[in-house]
């Protein structure tokens, strides 16, 4: 079973964009809008909205309701390399 890092931080960035940052030091970025297809998510898709979100036990987490896979957003989610 993989071992994946905690989740710590959330901030929104343009373009629905998530920079995320992990308990192991690491950080990455995930493209949420993809997940717009989706109805569950449309709501979203209103920045204010998409940007009311936090972290809560590694999970992350909307005002309005909806949550996202910590495992799905490690992993689909590009890290930042460091130049």
């Known amino acids: 079973m993989k071992k994946y890092p905690k989740?710590?931080?959330v901030s929104t960035e343009k373009d629905y964009r998530l920079h995320l940052?992990?308990?192991n030091g690491e950080e990455r970025i995930y493209d949420f809008s993809p997940n717009?297809?989706?109805p569950?998510?449309?709501p979203l898709k209103d920045e204010?909205?998409?940007s009311n979100l936090k972290v809560e036990n590694g999970g992350l987490y909307w005002a309005t309701g909806q949550d996202f896979c910590p495992h799905t957003?490690?992993?689909l989610s590009e890290?930042?390399?460091?130049v």
């Open 7 to 9: 989740l710590e931080e």
């Open 79 to 82: 890290p930042i390399l460091e």
């Open 40 to 42: 569950f998510y449309m």
């Open 21 to 23: 940052k992990y308990n």
């Open 36 to 38: 717009f297809e989706h």
């Open 73 to 75: 957003l490690y992993d």
């Open 48 to 50: 204010r909205l998409f």
